[in-house]
């Protein structure tokens, strides 16, 4: 089985702050990992994901992930916020093997405030 | 290119109807994804093609719940006898092929069951 929790449902920061969204997931085997953000009225857009390779990955937006194979996380980052980034953010985990099932987390609110 | 289109974008029914939901995949794509998503939860996962077959079932909630996919192209979610515990906004997203490749999600259809 493979699970993926977002421990907070919302952050709040304001702009011009760095932004962390929390994402630790449970998988047998390498996972595959991405996040995708919702804007309001809005469908899924991907991010970034993480397959192999470098732990940091960088994805749209001035987006970052770390991937920490020891702590199975996939922390969500940015080293400054904009009010723009306001947005309902979930981070997914594939396992490697399964090929077509993702488990999404339940979604994390950031705002972002002037 | 376009994107991933559903119809229709909203659907009103009375319980114990049968409704039909569509999306019409990014061009090309071979892997199609149904996720169910309710107010105030993250993505549940439904079903998965590859091209034309359905190798994971796995999240269909019930036999009221079924698709099919033709051509290798557009896929139908089909409920039978509606309950109101099926109201929720149902995402279909696409991607090139299964396993490591991020997936590209439609607007969606809200399903309103009352």
């Known amino acids: 089985a493979q699970s993926v929790a977002q421990p907070e449902d919302q952050v709040n920061v304001a702009e011009g702050n760095p932004l962390t969204v929390k994402c630790t997931y449970s998988v047998s085997g390498n996972p595959y990992l991405f996040w995708y953000v919702q804007y309001p009225n809005r469908g899924l857009q991907f991010l970034l994901k993480y397959i192999t390779g470098d732990n940091l990955v960088k994805g749209s937006y001035g987006f970052e992930a770390e991937f920490n194979k020891s702590q199975t996380s996939f922390h969500l980052k940015k080293p400054s916020a904009l009010v723009s980034d306001s947005a309902l953010y979930f981070c997914a985990v594939r396992h490697n093997t399964n090929a077509g099932k993702s488990t999404f987390g339940d979604g994390t609110t950031l705002t972002v405030k002037p | 290119g376009a994107g991933v289109s559903q119809s229709p974008s909203n659907k009103v029914t009375e319980k114990g109807k049968d409704v039909e939901l569509r999306c019409d995949p990014i061009s090309g794509h071979t892997a199609l994804y149904w996720y169910r998503q309710s107010l105030g939860q993250g993505l549940e996962f439904l079903i998965y093609?590859?091209?034309?077959?359905?190798?994971?079932k796995s999240g269909l909630p019930s036999d009221r719940f079924s698709a099919e996919r033709t051509g290798g192209s557009v896929s139908t979610l089909t409920i039978q006898r509606t309950q109101q515990e099926d109201s929720a906004v149902y995402l279909c997203?696409?991607?090139?092929?299964?396993?490591?490749?991020?997936?590209?999600f439609g607007p969606g259809t809200r399903l309103t069951v009352t």
């Open positions: 093609f590859q091209g034309n077959s359905a190798p994971d």
């Open positions: 997203a696409s991607s090139l092929a299964s396993g490591s490749l991020e997936q590209y």
